[in-house]
């Protein structure tokens, strides 16, 4: 039976976001209890804090593909940015590059916004810049000149007016509005000219009433001699691919064949990415794992030729990037990788594919075949539709006997992926959970990334749908699994996975012996009411708006069916959360009680929609493991 405490597995510290500087390492750590800032030599040294402790960097996967910091050599100063608290007010401050205390760039120009750089290029000290107002629905973006601190508008709108891509001195830039996940339409702002222009896809005021407009996928775009745009897209591929298009041509779309690749399996491609010159990076999710290639655009014959592996083989595989980076002086890269296993590791990839690991970030007083790698268990749904999952089980080693309880962990989004991945939240968890003997299910079920677009639409307007019932399915067939006790049996997510953590509690009460939610919303239509109002219009369009929709919505919504709650509940909240406020679970908790329900609730007044400071990570998964072995019994 395993005595292992949890601070053995918390003990792995993250080194998230590196960045190549010279001979200087730049990344981010929480080796001080919280995410903060620190350098070293390349090859090692004692890492340097370029911060003060007291400040907390936000989590670099609430960014998504945002800047999280850059260093700027020719101003001896680093681009943070910083929020309070997990309140994801993002706001750009400098730091000295010697380390120092961050002052704003802006003043309080931004002040109570959500800021988000799109792109930053330390040669010119030049950046892009969105913002969310918060209390308006319109975003606005901004080219700023880092050393002059001139702000240029490029236009506002209500879907996003995000930058894409830019060219080599920021006069031609590429803007997104997405409607949904997956249908883009993109705009392109020129220097000189008062009003961005349509480049390519149908605008909504453009589209008839009931029009079906096929999702394009647009994504990751690189502008070729300002003459082009290489892009992903679903265009050619339900899995993404490459295509391009002249910007004097956006009508004339043409699939650009990709040569090279190793990989196998299913899966997507994710990213592209420029490297240096005409060089440029391919990664993608094939069965939740990534790989990622070097090569060049052949333009003329419409070809993308690998011819680097940098991640999916040796030591760097069976893993998930966290972030990669080019240093275009030594022609190197840094890179973050982990496994459902190993903690994040930096490593550094030299032009002659030498791979020079930088960190030797361990799980402490732990064996490593006591971690659980998880087994695939994809299953076939209600519908016919093919459904990916793990199963992580206790390693035979820890000495339990017999079938083992379970508890189905369901992530959020609904627009994400469950991946072996030690940097998220979720897994260290995962492997709490298998050391003191339940059996984790990991779902991906349909809506998720990873498996191709159609897939991940299919839960657009059907939030408690057909996604529901993919979790109903999984249950019936893991009864059949004779290493499973479905007597003794749990659920728990976080954010949609909340959600859908109160919908399957209410709506199928007699299923769960146990349940946790992690600020998932209650009732779709106080959720709604209290996101920024910059996120209405997306909602409105993907869930359901509050007024055509409200009976639906009112259907779909835990709130309708948890009076039916048949087994004790956890939740847990961040108090500075603003995607779901700390009202919406306080509305949850206190209708529950009034009713006599068995309800247990932990605020944490230092956090948002996450819990990441080592104090609240301590505390908050032994609550919830402790929660589970007192009703489960493993």
Known sequence: MSSYPL???????????????GDRLYFISDMSGRLSLYSMRVGGSVPEPLIPPDIALPNPHHLGDAVAYRVLPSLGKILLMLDRDGDENYQPVFAPIEGGLPTPVFGDRFAGQQVFCAACDPERNLALFSVDPRTSPYYESFLADLNSLELTSLGVSLYGNHPVAHND???????????????????????????????????LEQRLEGQAVAPNGLGDAILIEDEGVLFVSALFSDHYGLAYFRLDAPDQVQQVEVQGTVHRGQGEMTSLKR???????????????????AGVFDRANLLFRVDRVLVGEGELSNGVIESISADPVSKSMALSFSTATSPSQIYIIESDDSRLRQTNE???????????????????????????????????????????????????GPQ????????????????????NGFAVWVPNVRGSTGYGISYMKRVDRDWGGADRLDHIAAYELLRKDERLDMTRVGVM????????????????????KAACDMFGPYNLLTFMERIPATWKTY?????GHPEKDREFLIERSPSTYLHQLACPL????????????????RDLVEHLRSQGKTVEYVVYEDEGHDVIKYPNKVDCYSRITEFFKRHLNP
């Open 362 to 412: 361990r799980v402490l007083g732990i064996p490593a075949d006591l971690l659980s790698p998880g087994e695939d268990y994809p299953y076939t749904s209600h519908d016919g539709l093919r459904i990916s999952a793990r199963l992580y089980l206790p390693a035979a080693e820890l000495g339990y006997a017999g079938p083992r309880p379970v508890i189905f962990y369901i992530h959020g």
């Open 169 to 203: 001195d920021f006069s031609v830039i590429l803007l997104a509005d997405q409607y949904t996940f997956g249908d883009v339409v993109w705009w392109l702002w020129r220097q000189g000219e008062t009003e961005r222009t349509l480049l390519f896809g149908l605008p």
């Open 493 to 512: 997510g976080r954010s949609y996975g909340g959600y859908m953590t109160l919908t399957l509690a209410g709506r199928h009460p007699e299923l769960w």
């Open 570 to 585: 956890l939740v847990i909240q961040g108090a500075n959360d603003p995607r779901v406020v700390e009202r919406e679970s």
């Open 539 to 543: 909602f409105y369009t993907a869930v």
């Open 7 to 21: 601070q053995s597995l918390l003990a792995a510290r993250q080194f998230v976001s590196p960045q190549r500087v």
């Open 275 to 293: 490297s240096f010159g005409d060089r440029h990076r391919l990664t993608y999710n094939i069965d939740g794992v990534s790989w990622c290639y």
């Open 416 to 435: 994400s992926q469950e991946r072996p991945d030690f940097t998220w939240f979720s897994m260290p968890l995962i492997q709490f959970f298998t050391l």
